[in-house]
């Protein structure tokens, strides 16, 4: 499956952003989803999971709250819905697939094997 993340930009502090992550390929609904994000510096972090169906969930502490992981697997496609955005949520963030419809939802990167390029959001304080 191929993946391409698009939705970051510029905010101020306090306002919202929604990712999308286009999923190429007919087995999309067979992936768990997740997204990551990674800040200048820093090592990649889970931010959060959906299962494949969408029934299940799983947060960052760090967003829980103010995120909402979401997917519609007639498009293809994967949702992260930012409100709330602080400072410390600057960083590129990556959509990311774990193949298995069935299985839990993990934070470990190495757990997925598919990633998209990245989109970049930037808050300002």
């Known amino acids: 499956v191929q993946l391409q993340a698009s939705g970051g930009g510029l905010v101020q502090g306090g306002e919202s952003l929604r990712l999308s992550c286009a999923a190429s390929g007919r087995t999309f609904s067979s992936y768990r989803m997740g997204w990551f994000r990674q800040a200048p510096g820093k090592e990649r972090e889970f931010v959060a999971a959906i299962s494949w169906r969408g029934g299940s969930t799983y947060y960052a502490d760090s967003v829980k709250g103010r995120f909402a992981i979401s997917r519609d697997n007639a498009k293809n496609t994967v949702y992260l819905q930012m409100n709330s955005l602080k400072f410390e949520d600057t960083a590129v963030y990556y959509c990311?697939?774990?193949?298995?419809?069935?299985?839990?939802?993990?934070?470990?990167?190495?757990?997925?094997?598919?990633w998209g390029q990245g989109t970049l959001v930037t808050v300002s304080s």
């Open positions: 990311a697939a774990q193949p298995g419809a069935w299985g839990p939802l993990t934070v470990a990167p190495g757990d997925y094997d598919y």
